[in-house]
T-cell receptor, first 112, second 113 residues
Framework: DQQVKQNSPSLSVQEGRISILNCDYT??????FLWYKKYPAEGPTFLIS?????DKNEDGRFTVFLNKSAKHLSLHIVPSQPGDSAVYFC???????????FGTGTRLTIIP | KAGVTQTPRYLIKTRGQQVTLSCSPI?????VSWYQQTPGQGLQFLFE???????NKGNFPGRFSGRQFSNSRSEMNVSTLELGDSALYLC????????????FGEGSRLTVL
């Protein structure tokens, strides 16, 4: 039972354009959502998060949008840079629970 | 500040053997979680420890176990290894329970032959 889904295994975007990565979830108890970035042979690194009481959170080039009614979140990267090429995981958790439920990841490739 | 340290980084075992993986969290972090990453399944939660107590366990068989020591260092053990246990095992720490953001180590790559 995949409670967090990333339906696009890969995405290619031209340098300087916007990258949009999508994530859907099914568990309505999730109230905190995170995005992680992973390079080969490294552990995931935290990018940005959003609480369910918000619908948008911004940090520099990264913005996460949350649509609770659709159980959908997205990560926007603008402008995309070659160093953004990595696998991106979305993750979700519910209040007071340390366990993160991850999606299967989207491999983002930025084309110079 | 040193990051999360996992040892060993790579190891090869044969079916039926057992393995112990070690994790040293970031100094001051009391919560340690373990995840298994495989190509088709993404990151799957194994268990989480806080102050030497297992607070959460994922849907893995009893062959997978772990513990946390008083200095917050953690170990996980897999007994009677199966081919399907080949994966990247990631440890993550956080400063307190329910903090949300986890800090991951580079992982231990286990290959079972």
């Amino acid at each position: 039972d995949q409670q967090v889904k990333q339906n696009s295994p890969s995405l290619s975007v031209q340098e300087g354009r916007i990258s949009i990565l999508n994530c859907d979830y099914t568990n309505s108890m999730f109230d905190y959502f995170l995005w992680y970035k992973k390079y080969p042979a490294e552990g995931p690194t935290f990018l940005i998060s959003i609480s369910s009481i918000k619908d948008k959170n911004e940090d520099g080039r990264f913005t996460v949008f949350l649509n609770k009614s659709a159980k959908h979140l997205s990560l926007h990267i603008v402008p995309s840079q070659p160093g953004d090429s990595a696998v991106y995981f979305c993750a979700a958790k519910d209040f007071g629970n340390e366990k993160l439920t991850f999606g299967t990841g989207t491999r983002l490739t930025i084309i110079p | 500040k040193a990051g999360v340290t996992q040892t060993p980084r790579y190891l090869i075992k044969t079916r039926g053997q057992q393995v112990t993986l070690s994790c040293s969290p970031i100094s001051g972090h009391r919560s340690v979680s373990w995840y298994q990453q495989t190509p088709g399944q993404g990151l799957q939660f194994l268990f989480e420890y806080f102050s030497e107590t297992q607070r959460n366990k994922g849907n893995f068989p009893g062959r997978f176990s772990g513990r946390q020591f008083s200095n917050s260092r953690s170990e996980m053990n897999v007994s009677t290894l199966e081919l399907g246990d080949s994966a990247l095992y990631l440890c993550a720490s956080s400063p307190s329970q329910g903090a949300g953001e986890l800090f991951f180590g580079e992982g231990s790559r286990l290959t079972v032959l």
